[in-house]
């Protein structure tokens, strides 16, 4: 009598409809980990914003099309923010009502004497002592002489300068003016509540997914042998491994070079680029993710080779056509510049090595070799 494979469950006293139940219950679990999680990203986007606009706002500055490094994004958190707008429906606040009385009764004089007022308000400038000495000998020159030989130079060799502190409502202004132009931008009423909410929501699922991942293995555990479980272990840890590597890597290695190539058009070009907010959060989370599933190629080539459509054999035979693949998916998966394809391409070719090293290292019984052995 033949015997009969042992079936998943054959242990299990759950019929189908438990299994759906038990699915529901950790879908649940999952579900209000996220939203729990996610009430905090909500709460701290603004520094999570903050974290997403870094690699932008850096390379604007080294190409030179920002003066000024934008790191003012608000401390307040977002119930904060919610607590000012609602003051802001029934009018000022009492401080605004308060400074703004102070303001009027005082007069613009109190602007300049009042050192908590001066700050954003006051510029230091530095004049050669020369040239001021000149200037007041011009204005009055029974009361100063005129300077012709140089003054006594400092320690780096040049001129000595005097500082002069200038003080006008109009620098805040200025300096205000100068910051907005320095930041990314948006262009209806919506867009920086949605790319807020946005960021939160993806930080949330992402802060969350080691959550996720449990309550799913939790569920899908039960049906597996135990042998089958150690695949999971290990190949599963590799996989994120490789995602976090993935996705690391292009954030901090990757975007400045993508930057760096995109971005000098606009000086090559003289035009001045306006970024917008939620185009870039879209490329921001868009790349890194790519970069991360790109990463798992290994993995893919070892799933191939254990369900015999590839050999390992196959894969070292097959190089020059792996590269020329790799070539072509890092073009459409990158936005196809130089750089950013090069630096997705090498480190493929690296791990398509590791995976003809893994395949190697764990090979499988292929019937159809085996068969082309026997008739030999």
Known sequence: MALRSKD???DSSMSFGDHLEELRFYLIRAL?????????TLIFGNYLVAIVRA????????????????????????I????????????????EKE???????????????????????????????????????????????RMDAPADADADGKEAAVTIRISAPEFSIFRENVKRANRPVTLNVQEAFLTYVKVALVSGVVFASPWIFYNSWMFVAV????????????????????????????FYIVFPFILEFLLSFNSWLDVQPQIRLSEWVTFAV???????????????????????????????????????????????????????????????????????MLCRMNPVDNPFEREGELMT
Not at 72 to 78: L, R, S, V
Not at 82 to 88: A, G, L, M, P, T
Not at 332 to 346: E, G, N, Q, R, V
């Open 8 to 10: 998943l469950f054959d």
């Open 80 to 95: 904060e923010r919610i607590s000012k707008w609602s003051n802001s429906l029934s009018g000022m606040n009492e401080e």
């Open 223 to 250: 049906g597996l042998y135990p042998h089958e479980r150690k695949f999971v272990y290990v190949y599963g840890t590799m996989s994120l491994g490789l995602f976090l590597i993935g996705a690391v890597f292009c």
């Open 32 to 40: 209000l980990g996220v939203i729990v999680v996610s009430i905090f």
């Open 55 to 78: 690699p932008i706002d850096r390379a604007l500055i080294r190409q030179g099309l920002a003066k000024y490094r934008v790191d003012d994004i608000g401390t307040d958190t977002f």
């Open 286 to 356: 868009f790349l890194p993710l790519m970069f991360g599933l790109s990463f798992q190629l290994p993995l893919v080539m070892v799933f191939l080779n254990r369900l015999n459509v590839f050999t390992e054999t196959v894969y070292r035979e097959q190089r020059r056509m792996a590269m020329l693949v790799i070539a072509f998916v890092s073009m459409i998966l990158t936005p196809s510049d130089p750089a950013s394809m090069m630096l997705m391409m090498i480190p493929l070719v690296f791990l398509y090595e590791l995976g003809i």
């Open 99 to 145: 400074e703004e009385n102070t303001l009027e009764s005082e007069g613009p004089d109190a602007i300049v004497d009042d050192g908590a007022r001066l700050e954003g308000r006051q510029i230091d400038i530095q004049i050669p002592q020369r040239d001021l000495v000149n200037a007041l000998h011009q204005a009055a020159p029974d009361k100063f002489q």
